[in-house]
């Protein structure tokens, strides 16, 4: 099963690495590097490196795990090795791992030299049905997420779901916002067969997920316009996701989205943009599996602030991608301090009601 997207390959393929071995026989490269972090280096290179014996003697580049070190430190370290081995413009960089390391990895291969070849391997549900695909990479600057980066397409990227068998339930979970949110902005079918899911089954989406997301990338490489629709949830849950990156109590990406989708919904409703309809269904779907999280007063306040970061913004004004209903959303819509500052109370009330 193989999805074009632009100037590149997406692969899906079960465990037995064919693809990938023809892939990697047909093309000549001056080098490989794998990078992985350390858990992926942990419980996937094993495996990976079991199937694919070529790559037993490749070189290993190891990132501590987790968001908060998707960061310069990290790039640095990364540059710094793959001077120190000499590799050039024709060597490829394997990235082997969630998105943390699909980010980084992209990031710095797209620098590197100006530029060098990079293949992702996601190994999380989030990055197989998301953060894979579409060429986005980058890093967090100071408390802002994503605020450095570039839009380079990889060589290829090959989904292997056996790969999500280690991976914990929250992190599931995590990827599943992404899956929800495709089905929200594209497919009203797919979402009323998640809403009447007695389980939600939430690696059964993928390939859906990466078609709807791939189809709105390819209208739209650079996000001038239709491209933003996959913000949808976004604004509010990068803020949210920035607010508790170096608090103790951690969200992750797809938690942060999960909230942001239902505050968003809030908003649109207010404004009569959104159908009540739609955002009622999604919002006590959201309710029955993610936690929502209640934000005070002055919490408010802070997430409006860094909100002011958002990449959408224009002219120092906040530009939201809202739904109009289940399977279609629209792009810049602005919003003022206080409508957004409504939609929370709104969803705090819904939320905790
Ligand atoms: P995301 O993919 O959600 O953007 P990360 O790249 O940080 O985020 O991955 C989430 C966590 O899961 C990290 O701690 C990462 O090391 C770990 N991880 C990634 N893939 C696997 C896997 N297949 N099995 C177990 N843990 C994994
Ligand atoms: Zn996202």
Not at 88 to 104: A, E, H, T
Request: glycine share 8%; charged share 20%; net charge positive.
């Amino acid at each position: 099963m193989q999805i074009t997207a632009t100037g590149y390959t997406i692969y899906f393929e079960e465990g037995r690495f064919s693809l990938l071995k023809a892939f990697l026989s047909e093309q000549v490269f001056s080098s490989i590097f794998i990078l992985c972090d350390t858990n992926t280096k942990k419980e996937c290179l094993p495996i990976f490196l079991k199937k694919i014996p070529k790559l037993k003697n490749t070189a290993i580049i190891t990132i501590p795990a987790g968001e908060k070190h998707k960061n310069l430190h990290s790039v640095e370290m990364i540059w710094g090795f793959l001077t120190q081995h000499q590799a050039d413009k024709q060597s490829l960089l394997l990235s082997l791992g969630g998105g943390v390391v699909s980010d980084i990895g992209g990031f710095a291969a797209a620098t590197y030299k100006r530029g060098m070849s990079v293949v992702h391997i996601p190994t999380t549900l989030l990055a197989m049905a998301d953060a894979s695909v579409g060429g986005k990479n980058g890093i967090n600057f100071k408390t802002y997420k994503n605020h450095i980066g570039t839009i380079t397409q990889p060589l290829a990227v090959f989904i292997y779901k056996p790969f999500l068998k280690t991976l914990p339930p929250r992190e599931l979970k995590n990827g599943f916002a992404e899956i929800l949110k495709a089905a929200l902005i594209a497919d009203a079918s797919l979402c009323k067969k998640i809403y009447a899911e007695k389980k939600a089954s939430y690696t059964s989406h993928i390939v859906r997920a990466v078609s709807i997301k791939n189809a709105i990338v390819q209208s739209d490489l650079l996000e001038h316009h239709a491209r933003k629709v996959l913000n949808v949830g976004h604004t509010v849950g990068h803020a949210i996701e920035s607010y508790f990156m170096y608090k103790k109590k951690y969200l992750l990406h797809g938690e942060a989205v999960a909230i942001g989708i239902c505050v968003e919904l809030c908003l649109g409703k207010n404004k009569g943009i959104t159908q009540a309809k739609t955002a009622m269904d999604a919002v006590l779907w959201i309710k029955k599996q993610y936690t929502l999280l209640r934000f005070s007063k002055k919490e408010i306040e802070c997430l409006i602030e860094l909100m002011q970061q958002d990449k959408k913004n224009k002219g120092g004004r906040y530009c939201f991608s809202l739904l109009k209903k289940t399977g279609q959303a629209l792009i810049d819509i602005p919003a003022t301090d206080s409508e957004i500052r409504n939609a929370f109370l709104l969803y705090n009330n819904i939320a905790h009601g």
